[in-house]
T-cell receptor, first 113, second 114 residues
Framework: KQEVTQIPAALSVPEGENLVLNCSFT??????LQWFRQDPGKGLTSLLL?????REQTSGRLNASLDKSSGRSTLYIAASQPGDSATYLC????????????FGTGTKLQVIP | DGGITQSPKYLFRKEGQNVTLSCEQN?????MYWYRQDPGQGLRLIYY???????QKGDIAEGYSVSREKKESFPLTVTSAQKNPTAFYLC?????????????FGDGTRLSIL
């Protein structure tokens, strides 16, 4: 059974700092890995999706990497801004006959002005 | 704009009552999902549907029921058999089941017990 872990559960950084969020998974037979952002009381917004054959994806100030052999993914946020404050979740999609997405519990990020 | 609409935003349930959460999408997606989110826990899959008139149980289907009579609609009923229904419920969709496309989410319904 796939397990997805995100550490730390919460992170507070000053504005302008570069930061890395971590995601680890136990079953490396994944189809893809997604990073989401969730604002309080809202749904999830997809940030980046990395296919199993890829090593990284970039969008603006965000860069996500994937290392299947070690069961790890990281989300790098450059030059953090107060508007980046949110909970960030990763989710692993496992291969199989049906879609099985396993979500981590998230890292709550606060960027202090 | 294309997207997923969940309603209501807040819902209250009395003891012994069934309640239905609405999920409508205009993205022309085949696959739709219902998740439950509790504090400190990741999202857990309740039901999913690959196509109209087809749906499958997820990890925590007990006490819930769904229907998929139309492509754009996937309502979730929380029955009186669900003894701990207080949670944030999220509906999601994908163009196809198991594809390499990002999941789209609605803004959720928060269900509480009266």
């Amino acid at each position: 059974k796939q397990e997805v872990t995100q550490i730390p559960a919460a992170l507070s950084v000053p504005e302008g700092e570069n930061l890395v969020l971590n995601c680890s998974f136990t079953d490396s037979a994944i189809y893809n890995l997604q990073w989401f952002r969730q604002d309080p009381g809202k749904g999830l917004t997809s940030l980046l999706l990395i296919q199993s054959s890829q090593r990284e994806q970039t969008s603006g100030r965000l860069n996500a990497s994937l290392d299947k052999s070690s069961g790890r993914s990281t989300l790098y946020i450059a030059a953090s801004q107060p508007g980046d404050s949110a909970t960030y979740l990763c989710a692993a999609l496992n291969s199989g006959g049906y879609q099985k997405v396993t979500f981590g519990t998230g890292t709550k990020l606060q960027v202090i002005p | 704009d294309g997207g997923i609409t969940q309603s209501p935003k807040y819902l209250f349930r009395k003891e012994g009552q069934n309640v239905t959460l609405s999920c409508e999408q205009n993205l022309n997606h085949d696959a739709m999902y219902w998740y439950r989110q509790d504090p400190g826990q990741g999202l857990r899959l309740i039901y999913y549907s690959q196509i109209v008139n087809d749906f499958q149980k997820g990890d925590i289907a007990e006490g819930y029921s769904v229907s998929r009579e139309k492509k754009e609609s996937f309502p979730l009923t929380v029955t009186s058999a669900q003894k701990n229904p207080t949670a944030f419920y999220l509906c999601a969709s994908n163009p196809t089941l198991g594809g390499n496309q990002p999941q789209h989410f609605g803004d959720g319904t928060r269900l509480s017990i009266l």
